[in-house]
Structure formats: structure tokens, C-alpha cells
């Protein structure tokens, strides 16, 4: 059996809230008795794209697990590199992408990176659709694959979220249906827990920690900063069958 704790969202910004906020979802992690096999944190590490921003986000990332991290719309590509991965910091623009893959145990992670710099919407371009397509064909079919981004590819019915969601879901799901080894697609960006289905496979979006973004029947601000933050736990069986909890931390 295999459990992702799934993160996402902090947008640190070197102030108390977004800190308290993401430290208690931290503590949450590390007070856990048993461990999980991979940490992932799909993007708006920092709020800014700041070197500070990153610095803090290391420290605090700190687990005694595998913790995966990849880019949002917030985030700056040469900080990002610099300051979280510990790699040489290179421009931020077209064919800069901070795409990796990180084999574990476990599983294969293919963290793509959706970010248009400059913008808040996404897209996997060209260059990534190629070696994603690359990689999860080298990885091979041992291993269960997870795809990882920021944008959902889909439209989860969030008016402010839908507008800045991933294009080019067609190109995407034509690439996943080529490879039966992924298991489950991961993003971020929306605040919010959400599933569906994307290219016959989950699409499971983590929830927000800095903050929430309700549904529009819910009768809530469109970003909502009082909800408690909230950790997703996908867990995978020896079947390939995935199951994922939600849970608040108060």
C-alpha cells in the first residue's frame, strides 16, 4: 500500500497568517505514528516568487519523507530553483520548465510544470506534452506513475477558478490514454478538495492552505480565509485502486 499526503497552495509570503496556516498543516504531518511514502506540494509555494519566500518554505518543509514540490502561477522558475530545489537558477520564460520526475520506492512522480510566466491560467506546452510522454513511457510499467501539475485541466464549476484553469486538456488526456501505468492525475490551484475523472483516470485537485474557494451555492466569499486548511491522503492498494481522505486541520 502506498499514501501520498497531498499539499497544496501555501502562498508564503513572509507574514504570520500564510505561515501559521501552512506550520499547522507541518505539525499535523509530523505528528502522524505512521508515515506516509511521498509528501507532494502542487505549486503557489510562495506568494511573491521571493528568494525569502522559498528560504522559509525550505526550513518549514523540513519532513522526515519525500517531499515533491512543483511550480504554480505564483511562483518564480529561478527563485524556485534556486531557493527549493537547490539547482542552478535559470531564466524565467518560454522553454524554462521545471519538469522532473522522482522515482521512489513505490511510485514514479512526473511533476510537470503548467506555469505561463506572467499569467495565472496554464498550459503544458509542446515541449513538456513531449517529455512527459517520454518519461512515463521510459518508467515503465512496474511502478504505478502519478502525473502532477498546477492547473486543473478540467472546469470544477468555481467561476474564479474556471477562468484560469489549464487549456489544452484534449492534448493532455490523448498523451495519458497512451500509457495504462498512470494511476491518477494530481493538481492544485483551485483551494479547494475536489475529484473527478480526467482521461479515464482520477483527477484529484489538493486542497488550498493559505486559503478556500467555495462553490458559489455555498453563500461564502469567493476566497475564503476563515475555513481551516486541509490535507488530502491518497492511498493506493495493491490492486492500483485509489482511494483519497480529506481531512481538516483545525
Not at 502561477?73 to 535559470?90: K, T, V
Not at 515503465?140 to 486543473?152: E, I, N, Q, S, T
Amino acid at each position: 500500500m502506498l499514501t501520498i499526503a497531498h499539499i497544496s497552495d501555501p502562498h508564503l509570503d513572509g507574514g504570520p497568517r500564510a505561515a501559521e496556516r501552512a506550520a499547522r498543516v507541518v505539525a499535523a504531518l509530523r505528528a502522524m505514528p505512521g508515515p506516509v511514502d511521498a509528501v507532494l506540494l502542487t505549486g503557489d509555494v510562495a506568494d511573491h516568487g521571493a528568494a525569502a519566500e522559498y528560504d522559509e518554505a525550505a526550513k518549514l518543509l523540513d519532513l522526515p519523507y519525500p517531499v515533491l514540490s512543483l511550480p504554480g502561477n505564483h511562483d518564480r522558475r529561478p527563485a524556485f530553483r534556486a531557493h527549493l530545489l537547490g539547482e542552478p537558477a535559470a531564466a524565467d520564460g518560454a522553454g524554462d520548465e521545471i519538469n522532473r520526475v522522482v522515482r521512489t520506492e513505490g511510485a514514479v512522480y512526473v511533476l510537470c510544470d503548467s506555469t505561463l510566466p506572467g499569467r495565472d491560467d496554464g498550459v503544458l506546452t509542446d515541449r513538456t506534452l513531449a517529455w512527459l510522454d517520454t518519461t512515463v513511457a521510459e518508467a515503465g510499467r512496474d511502478l504505478p506513475v502519478f502525473v502532477c501539475f498546477h492547473h486543473p485541466p478540467v472546469r470544477l464549476h468555481l467561476p474564479y477558478v474556471d477562468r484560469i484553469r489549464q487549456s489544452g486538456g484534449e492534448r493532455l488526456a490523448a498523451v495519458l490514454e497512451r500509457h495504462p501505468q498512470v494511476v491518477a492525475v494530481l493538481c492544485g490551484h483551485a483551494h479547494t478538495g475536489a475529484a473527478t475523472i480526467f482521461a479515464g483516470r482520477p483527477l484529484l485537485v489538493g486542497p488550498g492552505i493559505v486559503s478556500t474557494v467555495p462553490l458559489p451555492l455555498e453563500g461564502r466569499p469567493e476566497i475564503d480565509l476563515d475555513l481551516p486548511p486541509m490535507i488530502a491522503f491518497h492511498v493506493l492498494d495493491d490492486e492500483r485502486r485509489l482511494v483519497t481522505h480529506f481531512r481538516v486541520i483545525a
